[in-house]
Structure formats: structure tokens, C-alpha cells
């Protein structure tokens, strides 16, 4: 039974019911003067050495650059795409190594039918594009790997080697005749092709689901794949590099299921970390964990149940009651549709799993006036969720956080959990860690203000402003608390909008950054502090 095995575990947990609840007066606010706002629908940040680099790409390709300190615009440049980018142009991603800022995109040669993918550079010093350098080219037409983007982009644990990945177009649309082709180049910190092949994976469509790829520092790219054996589902990785064919480990993972996530990251020392959330149907009841090593061998493979007192918290009564009675006939209980997005590897080798309770839900009505039918999407972003594994394989600690979040569309978005496709708007979280300790920063409503952590709080609907919000979980004790940052209706007087938390940037070690827009045109610099 959880209750007596996880009983030792429980000690260790914080109690939420006693949790500290801060308020704006544990932190300083700071409010840059404001500065000519840029509309595009891709904006992305970058923080180095006390500076923020902020590149949006909508009709313009706008690069600006602001003092972390001053919270002052420093300098911008604008080009208009169809002028001075390639014809076609059409962004992938960004990554980040030191002061440089590497843009991977990608033009379509219509006449040749032909992909083809691009890297360029943009620093800290000179925020013109430059040094755009065609990788590779592929025939046919390319789908999305892993996402929304055509190419996916991997870096090593030590930002030395990058894997760029995609997938080509189906010629066979029956999945159980279709073999997927997979593209992967791996290149080294200089952009310089290390090795680059396309594979065509074992199996079909139909027998196998790819969950997730990473690269280590010695540019060996790793595959995790689902497979679908008759009645059996099994995990694989396909280890690939400049061989014919790849080395194939199989995970057995105890025939557990895993839902809504499991992935593929590398650690130190070149370990790969392969965990996830497993649990029946579409809920979470445990936690897997396991490490690749340099030899190709599965080690140190653990599983960790989620206690029911974990799974309990935030629920009303009846519910508590009625999972209990399910526990005590030996059926499993669990999170519904907790999804994992990130697992985090430290420096010493313990590993942080970070997720969220996400999904949609669809209903119809009718209008017999007008005959009409109207299909309603509703998003639910709901409780997250933390654990700790120490290097030897120790669960240290677990917190389901509580956190109730709501928007309707008409129209369908794409969901995907491992925070791939996700539309976030004003919803979701941002992750960060700082000084010692893990913060879950998200907008809230205000009647959560003063709630005991314990209640389940009152619902917050996207696109009604809200309190800035954030979970402080201390990395060593797992023991949290609420920070209630500020109102987006008053920031030092200033009415703010349009929050997101991708417009939320991690600074120095004891502050962040975000990115608002006040009204007439005008954006802000934010900084909020920790007086601690």
C-alpha cells in the first residue's frame, strides 16, 4: 500500500497547509521608462553578463537591446524581411551559447522542391543578423518532428555539440505501411557538420511512436522510441552516429505505461537520464527513472509511487474518500493527465522532474432557432508538479502544487505534452532555478491571495489580469512557499498587459526580468528582486 510504503518518504514532504504565504513586500519592484513597442508574434529574450537581447520577428525582423540593470532600451535595428532576409524565410529556432544567439530557419527552393536549412548569427555585440551559412538541403517536403517547427534543435549537456532533426513527408499514408525517414545532422559548437545521415526507422507508423531525441558531447544522438509489439508496448533507444546502423537498448521499464511523458536528457559525465511519469489510462500513480551510461547499459532503474496523500491534496472530501476506497482494493489511483515537460540534471547528478495537469475538453450545443451547432474547446491548466531524485537513485522529495487555470477557444489548438505546440497565452507556468531553490511563476486570481495552500483556489481566466504569482521551493528540503509578486493593475502605479510567460526572462541570481506593454504604444522593462 502507498500509504505504508511512502510513510518514511512523508516525513520528508513540506506541509503545505503550513506553508508560508509572501506578499510584494519580500521583494523590490523596479520599472524601466518605457520604449516604442514592437507588435510580432514571435518575441524571444536572452540574458547574458547583465543584458538582455530581445528578438521579434513579425513583418520586421527587430533585434533591441536593454541594460539588466538600468532596465533601459539600449539600442535596436530593424530590417523588413522581404528585403533583406531570403526570400522564403521562415523561422525555426533559437539557441543560446554565451554571448551568441544562433537562429536556425528555413527557405523553401520551389523550383529544385527542395528544404533548405540555415544557421546565422546574432550577439550581444552586434545585433545585425550576420554569417548565414546553409547546412544542408533535403528533397521533398519536411514535417514536423517534434513539434510545430520542421527542425528540432538538441544541445548536449555542454553546449558543445547540436542535433538537428526532422522528419520527411509520408509518400504512404496507411500507417501500418509507412515507415517514417528521419533526418539528423549533428554539428559541434562552430556550426560545422560533425556527422549527418537520413535514417528509416525499424519499424512502422503503426508499431512505433518517437517520444523524444538528445545529443551528448561526443555527438551520438539518442532516439526515444514507443514500440508496439501485438499485445506488448516496450520502450527502445536507438543510439545513432556515423554507423550504418544504430545501437538499439531496450527498456523494459517493468511494462509500465507512461501516459502523458517520458524523455531522453543528457547529464554530466555523458550519462543519458531516461524518466518519465507512468500510470494507467490517462493518470500519473508513479514516477520511472533510469541512466544510460557510456557502455550502451541500463542502470540504476527506479520507480517511485506517488503517495495518496500527494495525490489527495487540494481535493474535496468525497473525492479523498473515494480514492482512498479505491487504494484499499488494490486499484491504482492517480493524477489525471499530468504531463511531463521538463527533467532538469544537476551538476551533482540528481535530477529534478517538472509537469502540469493539461487538457481540453470539447462540447456541442445546439440552437434550435437558428439550427445552428456551436462546439466549444475548453483548456484547463490545472496543479503542477516537482520531485527530487538524488545521484543515487533517492526520491528526496515530491510537491503537487495547486493551481487553477481556465480559457475557452471555438477553434481547436494543437496539445502536446513535453511543451511541444503548447499555447500558452496568459496560462501555464515559467520554470526557473536560482540560488538554491525552484520557482513556478504563473498569473493566479486574486481571491488566491491569502488562500491556505492546502484550499483549492478559485478559478483564473485567461485575459482578466491576475496576480503575478510564484511557488519558492527550497532545493534541498523541498519546502515551499507562495510569493504573491504584484497586481498587473498596478505595478509602481502602472497598469500592465498582455502577460506571457515566455516573456519572462531569468536574470541574475536573485532577480528576474519581464517584458510588459502599458497602453500608447509603449512597452516596459520590469526587474523583480528577492529582499532575502
Known amino acids: 500500500m502507498k500509504k505504508k510504503i511512502y510513510l518514511l518518504l512523508l516525513l520528508c514532504l513540506p506541509l503545505l497547509a503550513n506553508a508560508q504565504v509572501k506578499t510584494s513586500t519580500d521583494f523590490s519592484v523596479d520599472v524601466g521608462r518605457p520604449y516604442l513597442v514592437v507588435d510580432a508574434p514571435l518575441k524571444e529574450y536572452f540574458y547574458n553578463e547583465d543584458e538582455v537581447v530581445s528578438i521579434k520577428i513579425g513583418k520586421e525582423f527587430t533585434v533591441q537591446k536593454f541594460s539588466a540593470l538600468s532596465l533601459d532600451e539600449q539600442s535596436r535595428t530593424s530590417i523588413v524581411k522581404k528585403k533583406e532576409l531570403p526570400r522564403g524565410f521562415v523561422h525555426e529556432e533559437f539557441v543560446q551559447n554565451g554571448s551568441t544567439i544562433y537562429e536556425f530557419y528555413n527557405v523553401w527552393d520551389k523550383p529544385n522542391k527542395t ?232 551538476q551533482d547528478g540528481s535530477v529534478v522532474l517538472v509537469g502540469e495537469v493539461y487538457y481540453m475538453r470539447v462540447t456541442t450545443s445546439y440552437n434550435p432557432s437558428t439550427k445552428s451547432t456551436t462546439t466549444t474547446y475548453h483548456y484547463y491548466y490545472l496543479e503542477m508538479f516537482l520531485s527530487k531524485i538524488s545521484a543515487d537513485g533517492n526520491m528526496l522529495w515530491m510537491n503537487k502544487l495547486p493551481k487553477n487555470q481556465y480559457r475557452s477557444s471555438r477553434s481547436a489548438s494543437y496539445i502536446s505534452f513535453g511543451g511541444y505546440g503548447r499555447k500558452d497565452y496568459d496560462l501555464s507556468y515559467k520554470y526557473m532555478n536560482k540560488d538554491g531553490a525552484h520557482y513556478l511563476l504563473y498569473l493566479d486570481n486574486v481571491k488566491n491571495l491569502d488562500l491556505a495552500l492546502n484550499k483549492y483556489p478559485s478559478r483564473h481566466m485567461s485575459g482578466r489580469g491576475g496576480y503575478l504569482t510564484a511557488y519558492k521551493i527550497d532545493d534541498r528540503s523541498g519546502d515551499v512557499s507562495k510569493l504573491s509578486l504584484f497586481d498587473m493593475k498596478d505595478v509602481n502605479g502602472v497598469a500592465v498587459y498582455q502577460f506571457n510567460t515566455d516573456r519572462i526572462i531569468e536574470a541574475s541570481e536573485d532577480e528576474i526580468l519581464l517584458e510588459l506593454y502599458k497602453k500608447k504604444k509603449e512597452d516596459i522593462l520590469i526587474r523583480i528582486a528577492v529582499q532575502e
Open 115 to 346: 528544404e533548405q536549412i540555415f544557421v546565422q548569427e546574432i550577439t550581444f555585440d552586434d545585433l545585425k543578423p550576420e554569417k548565414s551559412k546553409l547546412l544542408f538541403k533535403v528533397e521533398g517536403k519536411l514535417m514536423s518532428a517534434m513539434g510545430t517547427n520542421k527542425i528540432n534543435v538538441y544541445q548536449s549537456f555542454d553546449h558543445s555539440t547540436y542535433l538537428l532533426v526532422y522528419r520527411k513527408k509520408p509518400t504512404e499514408k496507411r500507417d501500418k505501411l509507412s515507415y517514417d525517414k528521419i533526418g539528423m545532422t549533428v554539428l559541434d559548437e562552430n556550426m560545422e557538420e560533425v556527422w549527418s545521415k537520413e535514417v528509416t526507422m525499424p519499424y512502422t507508423e503503426a508499431d512505433m511512436d518517437n517520444l523524444g531525441y538528445t545529443i551528448d558531447s561526443e555527438g551520438y544522438a539518442y532516439l526515444l522510441a514507443r514500440v508496439r509489439n501485438e499485445d506488448e508496448n516496450y520502450l527502445e533507444v536507438l543510439i545513432y552516429s556515423g554507423a550504418d546502423k544504430p545501437e538499439i537498448i531496450e527498456i523494459e521499464a517493468d511494462n509500465r505505461h507512461f501516459p502523458n511523458g517520458i524523455m531522453l536528457k543528457e547529464g554530466k559525465g555523458g550519462k543519458i537520464y531516461c524518466a518519465g511519469f507512468y500510470g494507467e489510462g490517462n493518470s500519473v500513480n508513479g514516477i520511472y527513472m533510469s541512466i544510460i551510461d557510456e557502455k550502451g547499459s541500463i542502470s540504476n532503474e527506479q520507480f517511485y509511487d506517488i503517495p495518496l496523500e500527494i495525490i489527495n491534496q487540494n481535493k474535496s472530501q468525497r473525492t479523498q474518500e473515494k480514492n482512498e476506497k479505491k487504494e484499499d482494493k488494490g486499484k491504482e489511483v492517480g493524477i489525471y493527465q499530468l504531463g511531463l515537460d521538463d527533467i532538469i540534471i544537476n
